[in-house]
């Protein structure tokens, strides 16, 4: 592979990461052991909130009266394209059953979790999106009980997030962020029931709360800072790649944006343009892209398409964007993803937002093993068999022969047994 980085990517610092770690495994230690009474300390000395904790649902079916009409038809855009899409993905899946031979019949379930806990971020931007995606998503499966928190800012949980999570279909809301939000869902403080898996994107805290709690709580994913690979040829517009490159850039100094190219007219001219583009921002979305783009961003020219094709799989963008001809041989060819996007006409803002497939996706390269969020994370996918008189001569002899070839003489046994006359030669 031959390829010439136009503009190479020096990297941040080394992160403390063992310290958020440490810091993280405090913090449950103590939820754990206090419950509430901790949760309540953290969110006054880490969010400053005072207010009540578990939101009256008379507050969230009137948050949209405190938004514009037009914000407020945005949400029931994009929660209607989100909902359809994750009823069309429960519906591609299904129970089944098979008879494997005479008297053997096996299948399965895809039974939804009891409850879910939907984290939805806060800080430097409201993430009205987030609480559409996670909380439709999880109703679209079919789970009884779905959780949310937020953190609270100084006048609480923005309305807006209040009554996306509303129109999503929220039980409850928590007024709570961080390492104590997440321990509140997963340990069912203040009257909640324990959430069974918890989902939603949050910063390195919230990730790391989310790794530490796997195992008796399921997770959606460990989500990293957002990254973004568009992959242009000579066709795509300059000022549109800078832009879109620009728009994840945002997100915050730890976010790497890419560009593949074959075309060096049009590295150059977004080597050129995209810093230009960043002074128009206001702050601090200003000095977020800045520092992205000087520490994350790479423009790698490529001498073809399969080229080009070879890096997305080797950096396993969580957003993958193609500007260039032939659009049906790159959605064949590519292979390693959170989410695709094809076409100029296209644009990851658009699936951010309000387009349809869900917006949390694997980040860090682990796209080359997992998608994102999808009506199949809240759903168990658990099997049944049942083996009825004609089906057990062969099968006893086949499992006794491979359990006493692992030297496991009682699992033999225990397949001969049915063999013997008594109640299983009965069963019917």
């Known amino acids: 592979m031959t390829v010439t980085h136009l503009k190479p990517a020096p990297g941040l610092p080394p992160q403390a990461a063992a310290d958020t770690a440490d810091i993280v495994q405090i913090m449950l230690a103590r939820l754990r052991a206090e419950g509430e009474a901790a949760a309540l300390d953290y969110a006054a000395r880490l969010d400053g ?49 098979i008879e494997l031979r005479p008297g053997l019949r096996a299948g399965q379930r895809l039974i939804p979790v009891g409850c879910a806990g939907c984290y939805v971020p806060g800080g430097r931007y409201a993430h009205i999106a987030s609480a559409l995606m996670t909380v439709t998503t999880a109703r679209a499966a079919g789970v009884d009980r779905v959780i949310a928190c937020s953190p609270p800012g100084r006048e609480g949980v923005p309305h807006a997030i209040l009554h996306a999570l509303h129109v999503a ?14 321990a509140a869902m997963a340990f069912g403080l203040f009257g909640l029931p324990p959430a069974d898996l918890l989902a939603g994107p949050g910063n390195q805290f919230v990730a790391e709360a989310k790794r530490q709690l796997f195992g008796p709580v399921g997770i ?23 832009l879109d490159l620009l728009g994840q850039a945002e997100h915050g100094g730890n976010s790497p944006v ?6 060096r007219p049009l590295a150059e001219a977004v080597i050129a343009r995209l810093p230009r583009l960043a002074e128009t921002l206001p702050e601090p979305n200003r000095s977020a892209a800045r ?7 790479e423009v790698m020219l490529c001498d073809s398409r399969e080229e080009m094709a070879e890096i997305a799989d080797r950096y396993a963008s969580e957003h993958l964007h193609v500007m260039a001809r032939d659009l049906p041989w790159w959605r064949a060819r590519l292979r390693c993803y959170g989410a695709l996007f094809l076409g100029a006409g296209t644009t990851v803002a658009f699936g ?52 006493r070839a692992e030297g496991m003489e009682g699992h033999a046994r225990s397949a001969e047994a049915r063999l013997a006359p008594g109640p299983f030669r009965a069963v019917g």
């Open 49 to 97: 909130w005072h207010g009540e904790i578990v939101l009256p649902a008379a507050r969230l079916a009137e948050a949209h009266r405190a938004l514009p009409v037009t914000l407020v038809e945005d949400i029931a855009y994009a929660h209607a394209n989100i909902r359809a899409f994750a009823e069309a993905q429960r519906a591609s899946v299904q129970d089944f059953e």
């Open 258 to 263: 890419w560009l593949a190219t074959d075309h």
């Open 169 to 182: 279909g929220v039980d409850e809301v928590l007024a709570l962020g961080g390492v104590q939000g997440i």
């Open 291 to 297: 520092e992205a783009w000087a520490q994350l961003g």
């Open 352 to 403: 951010d937002k309000a387009a349809g497939p869900n917006h949390v996706l694997p980040t860090g390269r682990a796209a080359r093993h997992t998608g994102g969020l999808s009506v199949h994370k809240f759903l168990k996918c658990v099997t049944w068999q049942e083996a009825a008189p004609p089906a057990l001569p062969e099968l006893a002899r086949a499992s006794a022969g491979i359990s």
């Open 220 to 242: 959606d994913m460990v989500a990293g800072p957002t990254d973004v690979m568009i992959l242009a040829d000579s066709g795509a517009d300059p000022e549109v790649v800078a």
